[in-house]
């Protein structure tokens, strides 16, 4: 009615049924790393989520006004701030899914590697307690190089004795993202019906968009997935030099990390047919992490599904990756162990 109207306007209702949360259970989400560049705005869209109903910010600094600030609007979850490593722990605590978008950022000229010497140690110490503190929580490392944090993490939650596969992602949802945006530019489809899988890991030629898989179908030219794969590929490096010395992508990354998070809650809450890509442990190929489609559920990976039909473009970039890939994994698995 008209009354009601002035009181309640229609798009702050349809907000309110959106974001009701009667039927959804507890759930702590923790991001560490919550005050930087990606963190801020990932807590901003964590906080939207109504699948969340404690969310921990934790950082080596700046987490309480961080978290001041989100926790004023006016959605479900709660909101605490943790700066420094004595309150790692309680930030840590309880938490079903812990997001780490700690370390630094690149600059232009550096590739993702060249960020290992700093993030290794800041993701095995964060990884540590983890293992320590919510050792069931589904983990979604950001931090890079993702090719190498990720068996760091594994390595640190094996020797803790608490790595669970099923439980450990390395999010490669901006890769996604990019490719259905660049697809859709190029295809002249819609962007939000286009689904695109992309497999591999998340450094250069590592990514791997599978376009002859992605829908809704465009006959385009050899020459034009030539160059969506590069730009795929390159998408990091296009924000990096765009941003000139200011660090890396950290609002697509901070909506591709929370499109990441909320399938994992999805799919801890029963949610069926939750699918995303991920770099997980995995049997696709012969190395011990891959990413492409899986499957959430109620423990983390219910199933991490294959390649699908591969064109003889994509078969010769997944030739290609496997070498650099390789020595990415061992190169994070051998500094788990030595230091
Ligand atoms: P940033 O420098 O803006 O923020 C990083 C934050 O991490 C800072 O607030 C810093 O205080 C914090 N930090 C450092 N050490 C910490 C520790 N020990 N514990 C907790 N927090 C700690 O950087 P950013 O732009 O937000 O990027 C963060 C990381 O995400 C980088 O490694 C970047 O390469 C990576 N990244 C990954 C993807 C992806 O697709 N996976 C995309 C973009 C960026
Ligand atoms: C990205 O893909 O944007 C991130 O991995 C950040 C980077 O360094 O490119």
């Known amino acids: 009615s008209v009354v009601r109207r002035t009181s309640t306007s229609g798009a702050s209702r349809l907000t309110r049924r959106q974001f009701s949360s009667e039927a959804a259970p507890e759930r702590k989400v923790a991001i560490l790393g919550a005050a930087g560049g990606i963190g801020q705005p990932l807590s901003l869209l964590m906080k939207l989520n109504p699948l969340v109903s404690t969310l921990s910010l934790y950082d080596i600094a700046g987490t309480p006004g961080v978290a001041a600030d989100v926790s004023h609007i006016n959605t479900r979850s709660q909101v ?24 630094v950022p690149r600059k232009p000229g550096m590739t993702r590697d060249d960020l290992f010497n700093i993030n290794a140690g800041i993701v095995k110490s964060l990884c540590t307690a983890i293992a320590k503190y919510c050792p069931n929580a589904l983990v979604n490392m950001i931090s890079n190089p993702v090719n190498s944090t990720v068996p760091i993490a594994a390595e640190v939650f094996k020797k803790a ?38 497999v591999g890991g998340h450094a250069g030629i590592t990514i791997l968009p599978l376009l002859s898989q992605a829908t809704p179908k465009a006959n385009l030219s050899d020459e034009e997935i030539v160059v969506l794969t590069k730009r795929t590929q390159d998408g990091g490096t296009e924000v990096v030099e765009a941003k000139a010395g200011k660090g890396s992508a950290t609002l697509s990354m901070a909506y591709a990390g929370a499109i990441f998070a909320d399938a994992c809650l999805k799919g801890l809450n029963g949610v069926p047919d939750v699918v995303e890509c991920s770099f997980v442990q995995s049997n696709v190929t012969e190395l011990p992490f ?50």
């Open 161 to 198: 004795g608490t790595y669970d596969e099923k439980r450990l992602f390395g999010v490669t949802t901006l890769d996604v993202v990019r490719a259905k945006t660049f697809y859709a530019g190029k295809a002249k489809v819609n962007v939000s019906d286009v689904i695109v899988p992309v």
């Open 80 to 103: 605490a701030g943790f700066a420094g490593e004595d309150q790692l722990g309680q930030a840590l605590e309880g938490s079903d899914v812990v997001i780490i978008p700690a370390g």
């Open 290 to 339: 891959f990413a492409s489609k899986v499957r959430l559920g109620k423990n983390g990976v219910e199933e991490v599904l294959g390649l699908g039909p591969l064109s003889d473009y994509e078969k010769k970039g997944l030739e290609a990756l496997l070498p650099e890939l390789k020595s990415s994994i061992e190169k994070g698995i051998k500094f788990a162990n030595s230091s």
